[in-house]
């Protein structure tokens, strides 16, 4: 195997090259592909630039984490009677690349929301009775879908994730179940503003999220699900994950009679600061 | 705003510090060690799993970065990612050098390490995740990819390795670790436009 990376290396495609830069910054390179890397970026600043970004990415994984209390002292004491280094030989030196840019939040302003729908895009999305054999079967197989992708075999200890999010599954499967037998259930269906559609199904104090078809929100923004209270008050039911243009949510203990869905900065806002994308109530 | 971490109001002046401590008084270090310090601890243990190990590596590598000082450059990220990056590599080849004396001493012992203990534990790995500022951007990568970069940084493993460990070839696991981190940076909106 690595010989053939070798006869890569040596072949000098600079792509194959470029693509090992997340494995450099992630320390994740043999000592061949190290140097190879570490050749390309003598020379190209673009592809400083690019390790200076996924650098970045792999330290957002850190989470800062005091260090026990008597660190402090011996690393102090040791920096006492350790001379510094020059500047020179630094490894992959200067580039031209400022930083400030860095860490700039994505401006919410310049990111397009979806077409807005207006307000009452969505309102009173049919209701429809369960009784209706046809609905119970649509959100069985669902269910069945998002169990399916989940039990996708994985090898090693990353299995250990996956049961338990099937176990996850397979107990929201459950409630939702219990759900759909309740003569009092119902569910409200209604088209995305922007494209997609999304229903809820609703059983006492159980709420059921489901939306399919569901463009790729901009970057740095996210889906947001919105409980709806009687008296119109709205809460927050958390940011959707949309995989594939699909996503559910299960939220339990609710007194509402509705969801709406916002498009919101990724991390969720407290409150809804635009118009929703769709709003489907009693 | 919300992704990067609450430290992030403090990088200039975190930044300044580190830059000032080049060439200065060892005094002049205390504050960037109460800074700096608590990300090296925290990128260490997110490999390491181990406090004892892990205050180790943060040891050596706060001298590290008092010794080389002079060499952080502000323009190409910031003081945290420097740290971050220094204590992870530390933190990494001290996993891979463990790996190896276990594997020489494996011969000799009973097979209770039988299991590598370089594979992730995904309970300890959720749990790393929680309170850093890829929690919510991990959501948006496929399944594969995911695992792939989860495996790659917690495990401390090489490409090749992961590639062992996920039974993938290896082109496709470069691929999905490029994709993943990618996405990662498109999410963190740590991209710069030049």
């Known amino acids: ?44 600043a673009d592809a400083r630039r690019a390790l200076d970004e996924y650098r970045e990415v792999v330290a957002a994984f850190a989470v800062d984490t005091e260090p026990p209390a008597e660190l402090r002292a011996s690393v102090l004491d040791r920096v006492r009677n350790t001379p510094q280094l020059s500047a020179t030989s630094a ?12 860490m700039t939040a994505p401006s919410s302003s310049a990111v397009a929301a979806p077409p807005a729908g207006g307000p009452t895009t969505g309102v009173g999305g049919d209701v429809v009775d369960l009784t209706a054999r046809r609905r119970t079967r649509r959100w069985g197989v669902a269910l069945t879908a998002v169990a399916a992708a989940a039990a996708i075999a994985v090898p090693t200890t990353i299995a250990v994730q996956v049961t338990a999010e099937r176990d996850r599954l397979q107990e929201q499967s459950e409630i939702v179940s219990e759900m759909l037998v309740d003569p009092d259930a119902s569910i409200l269906r209604g088209a995305v503003a922007g494209g997609g559609q999304a229903s809820v199904l609703v059983a006492d104090d159980d709420m059921f999220f489901r939306a399919d078809d569901l463009p790729e929100p901009a970057p740095g923004r996210a889906y947001q699900l919105w409980v709806v209270a009687e008296d119109g008050s709205v809460s927050s039911a958390g940011v959707l994950s949309v995989r594939d243009g699909e996503t559910a949510s299960l939220v339990q203990g609710v007194e509402g009679i509705g969801m709406a869905v916002t498009v919101e900065p990724e991390a969720g806002s407290e409150q809804p600061t635009t118009d929703p994308v769709v709003v489907l109530g009693a | ?116 203990a370089r594979d992730v534990v995904v309970e300890d790995v959720e749990r ?37 460990q996920l039974g993938a070839a290896l082109p496709t696991v470069k691929s999905r670790i490029r994709d993943g981190l990618i996405r990662l940076r498109d999410c963190l909106g740590v991209a710069r436009n030049v």
Not at chain 2, 85 to 102: G, P, Y
Not at chain 2, 140 to 149: D, F, I, K, S, Y
């Open chain 1, 1 to 44: 195997m690595s010989d053939r990376d070798d006869r890569e290396a040596a072949q000098g495609a600079q792509g194959d090259v470029r693509d090992l830069l997340p494995g450099y910054a992630l320390h994740a390179l043999d000592d061949l592909e190290r140097r190879s890397v570490e050749r390309l970026l003598e020379s190209d």
């Open chain 1, 91 to 102: 490894p992959s030196a200067s580039s031209g690349t400022t930083a400030s840019s860095g």
């Open chain 2, 1 to 116: 705003m919300a992704s990067p971490p609450a430290r992030t109001s403090s990088r200039d002046s975190v930044d300044a510090l580190l830059t000032a401590c080049a060439g200065g008084d060892p005094a002049s270090f205390t504050p960037v060690y109460d800074a700096l310090a608590p990300v090296a601890y925290g990128a260490s243990i997110g490999v390491l799993r181990d406090p004892d190990h892990a205050a180790e590596v943060t040891q050596e590598v706060m001298v590290e970065v008092w010794q080389t000082a002079a060499r952080f450059d502000a323009a190409r990220g910031s003081a945290r990612t420097w740290v971050a990056t220094l204590a992870r590599r530390r933190a990494v080849d001290r996993v891979r050098s463990e790996q190896a004396r276990r594997d020489r001493d494996q011969r000799d012992t009973d097979l209770r390490n039988g299991e590598s």
């Open chain 2, 128 to 164: 790393s995740l929680d309170g850093s500022a890829v929690r919510r951007c991990i959501e948006g990568l496929t399944p594969t990819q995911r695992e792939a970069v989860v495996v790659a940084y917690y495990g401390g493993l090489t490409y090749r390795e992961v590639a062992e």
